[in-house]
């Protein structure tokens, strides 16, 4: 969007520039070599920062980053996360006391890593000299609401059509598919248990608490699970669960036993019976230990 705007405006609006760690060719995840300057050459003088990163932030180990987004941001830059890039600005402490988002694949590694932050479930957020995005698509939308902040809407929808966008999402449109579309299911009853499962991971409820919840009987419960997901409460919610422990054991730097209990399991034995009989393999062996 950057150089379309540069394009439409007839003059070098925008200039972008690559910067890594250490500089040099860096490989992007889908192995195209982007050429970079070391980042502590990057001059204060910079309007805005991106941090622009997958995989597994948690892991990485990069001397010198961490400082030099501290140094830029004590000068003034604007600083942004793309996908998990959030989760860099939190290593570095630049997101305390700041509305943010981050990818929904990384938002439990996050919040386990930082208990006192909270990413909003949401595409981009603008909050002052902080800018995140959840990756994907929505760059785009971000980039829109960017565009528009410094040459206006007309401009900005202007570059929205050079790229058929002509769907802009609002900055607080949902990352993933709702639950009706994700389960295919349109109970009432049942999304509000399903909903309350995804956010009763640590502390799992009872059969018999989820249906008060969702004022069923447990039979009625029982019965709605069977019907529209072919499958047990217990066994839903423990897919729940184990999904969500996967997505710790690939994102976070949690002990297997850290990861049981932030999933409910009684104990790391419990969580490795359960996570090889769906899996086929124990969660030591699925991170690489």
């Known amino acids: 969007p950057l150089r379309a705007a540069n394009l439409l405006a007839g003059r070098p609006v925008y200039k972008v520039l690559n910067y890594s760690a250490t500089g040099g060719n860096v490989f992007s995840s889908s192995g195209t070599m982007v050429p970079t300057t070391p980042l502590s050459q990057a001059p204060t003088s910079l309007h805005s920062l991106f941090v622009c990163a997958g995989g597994h932030p948690s892991q ?17 830059v604007r600083m942004g996360g793309i996908s ?8 570095a402490g630049l997101l305390g006391q700041r ?5 929904w694949e990384h938002a439990p590694a996050l919040i386990e890593a930082f208990p006192d932050l909270e990413p909003m479930r949401a595409r981009f957020v603008i909050d002052g000299d902080r800018i995140t995005c ?7 939308d971000m980039m829109h609401a960017m565009i528009a902040e410094h040459l206006g809407s007309d401009f900005a929808t202007r570059v929205s059509d050079w790229y058929l966008h002509t769907q802009v999402g609002v900055s607080s449109g949902s990352q993933r598919a709702s639950l009706a579309e994700r389960y295919n299911v349109h109970h009432a009853g049942l999304l509000r248990v399903l909903e309350k499962m995804e956010t009763t991971i640590e502390d799992p409820k009872s059969r018999e608490e989820m249906a008060r919840f969702a004022r069923l009987s447990t039979r009625q419960l029982d019965r709605l699970f069977d019907q529209h997901l ?3 409460f217990l066994e839903t919610y423990r897919q729940v669960r184990l999904d969500h422990a996967n997505r710790l054991l690939t994102q976070s730097a949690l002990t297997i036993s850290e990861i049981a209990f932030a999933t409910g399991f009684s104990n790391s034995s419990h969580f490795s019976r359960s996570y090889k009989a769906t899996y086929g393999v124990t969660p030591s062996v699925a991170r690489g230990d």
């Open 134 to 140: 959840g990756g994907g698509v929505a760059p785009l």
């Open 230 to 232: 072919g499958k047990s």
């Open 60 to 76: 990485w180990q990069a001397p010198g980053m961490l400082p030099g987004l501290r140094r830029l941001a004590r000068w003034g």
């Open 99 to 103: 509305q943010f988002t981050i990818h």
């Open 84 to 91: 998990s890039g959030a989760y860099i600005l939190a290593a």
